[in-house]
């Protein structure tokens, strides 16, 4: 076997050590378009213009391509929150479970935000499965929230679950994104 190649094609041999790649514009598309399997490829593609040209380790990519995709998931989720809490100040007290249903996505909410904090830690530390693992708890709670608005009167709910639909992408880019990182790294 020869020397790492200096450009990532996403292809090495089995047994090759992927230690860096250097981005370009090819390397970014194949990236974002094939090898990491998200809805929006162009987040990625945004996310991959700032390190144009420049050689990166693994852990440098997962803070590179994640780091603004866990920045737009804890604004998302935040704003998502303060939904979640007008809705249930504005449903009236003479409707307990529609309460009960408001305030139990509330505390679900109140902690997707500190699991994506804590992914967020280890984002900028590197560690792509510890990021994984924050993240997928993040989104397992807000699929809870969603059954929980999906009784009835699910109409008053769609703004909400529009909210969480959103939210649910940013996170499972970042999820990508890890899952990626972990096939190269055991490659």
Same mark, same amino acid.
């Given at each position: ?17 992927? &230690?860096?790649?250097?981005v ?14 998200t ?6 593609l945004?996310n ?9 380790s ?14 737009m998931?804890?604004?998302r ?6 939904l ?12 307990p ?34 990021? &994984? ?10 699929n ?13 709910s ?6 969480n ?15 990626k990182?972990e ?5």
């Amino acid at each position: 076997m020869g020397p790492v190649p200096r450009v990532f094609t996403g292809l090495a041999p089995r047994g090759w050590p992927i &230690k860096g790649f250097r981005v370009s514009r090819q390397n970014s598309m194949f990236l974002a378009t094939r090898q990491i399997a998200t809805s929006n490829p162009s987040l990625c593609l945004n996310n991959l213009k700032s390190s144009k040209d420049k050689t990166l380790s693994p852990n440098s990519v997962a803070v590179l391509l994640g780091n603004s995709s866990m920045d737009m998931a804890l604004s998302r989720a935040n704003r998502t929150l303060v939904l979640i809490w007008a809705q249930y100040r504005a449903i009236s007290v003479h409707k307990p479970e529609m309460r009960i249903m408001y305030y139990n996505c509330y505390l679900k909410y109140t902690d997707v935000m500190k699991q994506l904090r804590q992914a967020k830690r280890f984002m900028l530390a590197g560690i792509a499965r510890s990021v &994984k693992n924050y993240v997928s708890v993040a989104v397992h709670q807000v699929n809870s929230c969603n059954e929980e608005l999906m009784k009835p009167p699910r109409e008053q709910s769609v703004q909400v679950l529009e909210a969480n639909d959103k939210l649910k992408d940013l996170c499972n880019n970042i999820l990508a994104i890890c899952n990626k990182l972990e096939i190269e790294v055991m490659n």
